[in-house]
């Protein structure tokens, strides 16, 4: 394996497990704590989560759409949440001040730097990491429903376009 492409994966894996307690407890050793709130196991369809815009001005729900799991879309610090992308969405050329680590979850997905090929499609198996401020672009292009994505952004949220 090599170790400078496992990078990113065993973040997002760091990342992910790091919501979840028992499977921080399970993986690094910690102990849960006693006095949080017993919570039952929660198993969900990405389709049934509830999405809210990415861009508070879209009223027709006709972008992007997330469900956080955890962090404050609106303040900088580590952000973990599910992308809900139309079928046929392209974001246009863009960066991020944050390093970017996803997980394709269902659906059809590319994600690409300027001046690249597209590539393959990354589908429900697929991992892709974008470094921070590299110029890049994505789209779903799965035409029989909306792509979903697990994404983490360790410096929050924020986009410039180009």
Not at 97 to 117: A, P
Not at 123 to 146: E, K, Q
Request: aromatic residues 8%; contains cysteine; charged residues 20%.
């Amino acid at each position: 394996m090599n170790l400078p492409h496992a990078l990113p994966s065993l973040a997002l894996l760091i990342a992910t497990c790091s919501v979840f307690t028992a499977c921080a407890s399970t993986h690094t050793g910690a102990k849960a704590d006693p006095s949080a709130p017993k919570l039952p196991p929660v198993i969900t369809k990405v389709e049934a989560l509830e999405y809210v815009p990415l861009d508070p001005k879209d009223t027709e729900h006709k972008g992007p759409m997330i469900h956080v799991i955890s962090g404050d879309l609106g303040k900088k610090g580590p952000l973990l949440f599910i992308a809900k992308l139309p079928s046929g969405f392209s974001a246009g050329w863009h960066t991020h001040t944050s390093d970017s680590y996803i997980t394709g979850l269902k659906g059809s997905y590319h994600e690409w730097r300027r001046h690249e090929d597209e590539g393959k499609a990354v589908g429900h198996d697929g991992l892709i990491y974008m470094p921070a401020g590299v110029s890049h672009n994505n789209r779903c292009d799965d035409w029989d429903g909306p792509c979903f994505n697990l994404v983490y952004w360790p410096n929050g949220f924020d986009v410039t376009k180009e």
